[in-house]
């Protein structure tokens, strides 16, 4: 078994590199079950590729899957969106964590696992990916300061929602200059009064050359923004109220690509499939 696995290889890389447990980058994932293939797609992500295809790979270290019923598609906005096309499209998220540090040694992996889960015919073909991107952490704030949950626990600590906010700038300069103002200014004063807990903000990275030909590559990885609000209320019943118009976040120097609320899965059921339509 030591032959097939090369066991003793994971001793030595145990040895080395960063460990810690920052979340220096992310997956992030929306994908779309084409119609016919809600459950079965459910299914397949939940019982197989969820672990095998994530969080059984070296250095992504959390997870969490998220669901927009259709109540919620419909809260989404702008209309005509530079990143799902219909703005309802992408009815899953799924979010992960990557050790900081760890970037080139997980794309090795799951270039490889992947490859293997296709050959092995272990890949629900029923899909299309809206929105796939690993992405570098840029920064976190945090509404009550050092009390609560860190960005860390966030994927597994019961978050009752979610908000995906996806910005365009007009180019790298000013992304490095949205980026200092959401951080030092507007995050702050939007998170203060409201249900969302914390802010996590990624830049978009490239995917590999050898990516799986099924995901499209990555586009606005010198101006992109991705926000993820974690909340702890649902969306519905606070859309109105504190996040309705985030689309203003950021202007002029920012436009809102995406704004697109969902709520948790509940592992091991198929709850919500027949409300995706």
Known sequence: MSEETRSETYAELAAVGPYGVRPGHALITMVEPHPGQEYAYNRWYEDDHYYAGAMAMPWMYAGRRWVATRDLQELRRPEKSAVAQPVTAGCYLSTYWITAGRYDDHMKWTVGINKRLNRDGRVHQGRTHVFTAFQDHAATVY???????????????????????????????????????????????????????????????????????????????????????????????????????????????????????????????????????
């Open 143 to 277: 509404r009550d300061g050092a009390a609560g949950p860190r960005d860390f626990h966030a994927l597994d600590h019961p978050y009752a929602g979610l908000v995906l906010q996806v910005l365009d700038t007009d180019g790298p300069e000013a992304r490095s200059d949205v980026l200092d103002r959401l951080r030092t200014r507007d995050l702050p004063r939007r998170l203060a009064g409201s249900p969302a807990a914390m802010v996590t903000v990624f830049r978009p990275t490239p995917l590999p050359g050898d990516r799986m030909t099924y995901v499209k590559q990555v586009e606005g990885v010198d101006t992109r923004l991705t926000l993820l609000w974690f909340l702890e209320t649902d969306p519905r019943t606070t859309w109105a109220d504190h996040f309705a118009d985030l689309d203003t976040l950021a202007t002029p120097h920012a436009r809102t690509e995406l704004l697109a609320p969902f709520i948790p899965t509940i592992p091991g059921t198929d709850r919500y499939v027949d409300e995706l339509r």
